[in-house]
């Protein structure tokens, strides 16, 4: 997901610490005090509250920007970032590298990192390539882990996004993340490490996961029997189930991919890609709004799906009934349509988008609530 702003957003910034900078750029270099000017063109990710991160440029260069928001806590997350980054380069383990960090205005503190060119996340590449390829890609992922595991890294929030790929190398994410231990990771906490992973994987079935435990061990020397890899897969399913039930729980609330939307006469849950020109005025007239669009032939449950345009891009929106008295204190069906979809993304089956939910709380159509998904189906198995 990302979204680009109206206009480049340009920060200038007093330089507090400078690093050792690459080769691309030491005809750049910085000193402390200096203030430097960073440009922000895309946004790559938003934490409300916490953090955002930006695809950008400074001094003609690419680089990507992370602001840290929490005035609170803002010092210990930049600091656990650079330290974490610093700490995997000296293990020699493929990260991006920090050019500089510094203050802007309202004391908010940015870390400026060089970008990986033509570079792109394991996740999207397994997602959309063969199935040999896939499998390919997850055993160096677990051959990557391997690694990690022998410098004494452990990541705590392990997941194939945090896997960069350029060409045949593969860059870690996320150090902020991330612990250092002396030696290499002990083998009870490098079990626990596998299953994290491994239920990323688990929907694949027990073939690969096999296949990929078969790469971590052999770069580690060790070797499992067949009953400890099965009882892996089986810890792997149960974490899977626990990670969607924990993302359900998030995916009701503002996160890094939605937005949450409240006034008088509405609630609505959005992601954060879905652009509208005016977001209050259309949740606010959904009802006429679904009034006007063009029925289609297919069926949400026993609702007709009515298809829009925007952007380009179709959608499909569904009204459900009001809710029966009796059932006052339940989920609205458009919110149990809302949780299913995602869940089954979150599983690896291929199904429609979920855009936005609306559960309208006043006016002419006080009790009825909206549900709105893409056209076409979602085919990554990687949610």
């Known amino acids: ?33 200096e203030v430097e000017v960073v440009s922000c063109t895309k946004q790559l990710r938003k934490v409300p509250d916490s953090r955002e991160v930006y695809g950008g440029s400074w001094r003609e260069k690419d680089v990507i920007v992370k602001l840290f928001l929490d005035k609170r806590r ?44 033509d570079s792109c996340p394991v996740k999207e590449i397994v997602s959309s390539t063969s199935y040999e390829e896939q499998r390919t890609w997850l055993c160096k992922v677990f051959e990557q882990l391997a690694l990690l595991h022998q410098n004494g890294v452990v990541q705590h929030d392990l997941h194939l996004g945090n896997f960069l790929a350029r060409g045949e190398a593969l860059y870690v994410l996320d150090p902020a993340e991330m612990q250092f231990e002396q030696g290499s990771v002990p083998p009870k906490q490098s079990l626990r490490q596998l299953v994290l992973l491994g239920s990323d994987i688990v929907h694949l079935g027990h073939e690969v996961f096999k296949e ?6 052999g770069a580690r020397c060790w070797q499992f029997d067949g009953k400890t890899v099965r009882r892996l897969f089986r810890k792997s399913v149960r974490m899977k189930k626990r990670k969607i039930d924990k ?23 959005v992601r954060r890609d879905f652009d509208l ?46 809710k029966r008295r009796w059932k006052i204190r339940t989920k609205t069906e458009a919110r149990l349509q809302w949780l299913s979809a995602h869940r ?3 599983s690896g ?15 002419p159509g006080k009790g009825f609530s909206y549900f709105i998904s893409e056209a076409e189906p979602n085919t990554n198995q990687f949610g």
């Open 349 to 363: 089956t291929p199904t429609r988008l979920p855009v936005a939910l609306v559960e309208v709380k006043g006016g």
């Open 74 to 117: 803002s010092a210990t997350h930049s600091r656990r970032e650079i330290d974490g980054l610093l700490a995997l380069h000296e293990r020699q383990i493929p990260a991006p590298r920090p050019l500089f960090c510094g203050k802007v205005a309202g004391d908010v503190l940015i870390v400026v990192l060089e970008k990986i060119e």
């Open 247 to 269: 993302k359900l729980k998030k995916y009701q609330r503002a996160n890094s991919l939605h937005k949450k939307i409240k006034d008088k006469g509405f609630v609505a849950i």
């Open 344 to 346: 089954a993304l979150l």
């Open 212 to 217: 990929c435990i078969r790469h971590y061990t």
């Open 277 to 322: 020109a005016d977001e209050q005025a259309f949740f606010a007239a959904i009802d006429t709004f679904y009034e006007k669009s063009s029925a289609g032939r297919e069926r949400c449950g026993s609702q007709p799906m009515k298809k829009f345009s925007r952007q380009g891009k179709d959608f499909l929106i569904t009204r459900f009934p009001k």
């Open 1 to 33: 997901m990302t979204t680009t702003p109206e206009t480049p957003l340009h920060y200038s910034v007093d330089v507090i610490r400078k690093f050792d900078i690459p080769d691309l750029y030491q005809p750049f270099g910085v000193s402390p005090g």
